[in-house]
């Protein structure tokens, strides 16, 4: 690999919700950069750090024990300015004054609109998908979300013992902002009785439907898994089974921000620490304005500006993005 010796130093940050393995990646970003005699800049807060210019030195020491560690050493979150023209501009003359060779920003599909902004302003940066909703067009998968499902299934797998020693209906709703993938994963590995999306509304008649038939089938639970983006929040999905005339007695749990905490799942671990060592990698050939996207089993380079409108995490239209290697 031909690195950019030019470069002596990198930024790195992480934006949007929080999401498992964020840490990890940062201290993949850290120990791979120090490797090549690269210095490292934690930026805190997301693009906010840049804001307010509150950046520290990483040293290996720092980013010790990390791989285990939910959330984020950095913070993590929104920063509402950044959507301004001026106020990018300023973040991006202080990279340059900061004398930082390149970012890595590691977040979700917001962050990585902001992540091209300044790749078109002349900074080189490598953002790397990170959010628990796995909605990001051009990667099969983002870090956190196979943590995020995994939690989600521990819950409803208590949630449906209960269901069935009351012959109840449990309606258990995920997260995920507009993306059912987080449902659908956890609906099926835990043997739902029905799976609620936005990509798919229902009508409500099909719900107490299945519910006439799961008890003439003789089952003494009917677990519902809710994605937050679907038609109906829990309460009032759980609200009209209980009005309307139907086999079994409705109650709802939000599992909400749990599923965005906790130690990263070993997969999310390596998925972290893969993408995090690419991103260096990339920004010291030179590459600026990727995506390190997961595709069939490995980490590759995606040219940000040439992503799907929509993410694809059923993986149909995957097949069709145009890649870059680093060569
Ligand atoms: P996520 O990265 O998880 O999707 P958000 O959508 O909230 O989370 O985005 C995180 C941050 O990224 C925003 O608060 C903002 O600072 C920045 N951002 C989002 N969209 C843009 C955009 N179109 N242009 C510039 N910055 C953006
Ligand atoms: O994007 C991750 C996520 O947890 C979504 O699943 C959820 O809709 C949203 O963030 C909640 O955002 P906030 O932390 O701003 O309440």
């Avoid at 797998?157 to 209906?169: I, Q």
Wanted: net charge negative; glycine share 12%.
């Amino acid at each position: 690999m031909m690195l950019n010796t030019d470069i002596g130093a990198i930024g790195v940050l992480c934006s949007g919700g929080d999401a498992p393995g964020m840490n990890a990646c940062v201290r993949a970003v850290v120990r791979a950069a120090l490797y090549r005699g690269v210095k490292v800049w934690g930026v805190y807060d997301g693009y906010n750090g840049l804001v307010r210019r509150e950046i520290e030195e990483l040293d290996s020491a720092k980013v010790a024990g990390l791989l285990q560690r939910g959330g984020s050493i950095l913070g993590s979150g929104r920063c509402p300015e950044f959507h301004e023209a001026d106020v990018r501009a300023q973040c991006a003359a202080y990279v340059r004054e900061a004398d930082l060779g390149g970012l890595v920003v590691i977040g979700g599909d917001g962050s990585l609109a902001g992540a091209m902004e300044l790749h078109r302003m002349g900074i080189p940066v490598v953002a790397v998908p990170a959010t628990i909703d796995n909605d990001m067009p051009g990667t099969e998968i983002t870090i956190g979300t196979d943590t995020a499902i995994n939690t989600a299934v521990e819950a409803i797998d208590r949630l449906s013992d209960t269901a069935s020693s009351h012959n109840r209906a449990i309606i258990v709703e995920v997260m995920g902002r507009h993306c059912g993938y987080l449902a659908v994963q956890s609906g099926i590995a835990t043997g739902a009785e029905m799976i609620i999306t936005p990509e798919r509304p229902i009508e409500l008649q099909s719900v107490f439907d299945e519910m006439t038939n799961a008890e003439r089938r003789g089952k003494n639970r009917f677990m519902i898994v809710l994605a937050e983006g679907a038609q109906w929040h829990a309460s009032e999905l759980t609200r009209l089974i209980n009005e309307a005339d139907n086999p079994y007695d409705a109650r709802f749990t939000i599992l909400g921000y749990i599923q965005r905490g906790g130690a990263p799942s070993r997969f999310d671990r390596i998925l972290a620490t893969r993408m995090g060592v690419s991103a260096v990698e990339a920004l010291l050939t030179g590459v600026s304005g990727v995506l390190t996207a997961w595709s069939h089993n490995r980490v590759e380079l995606v040219p940000g500006d040439d992503l799907p409108e929509r993410a694809d995490p059923w993986g149909e239209t995957l097949t069709r993005i145009q890649r870059i290697s680093t060569r």
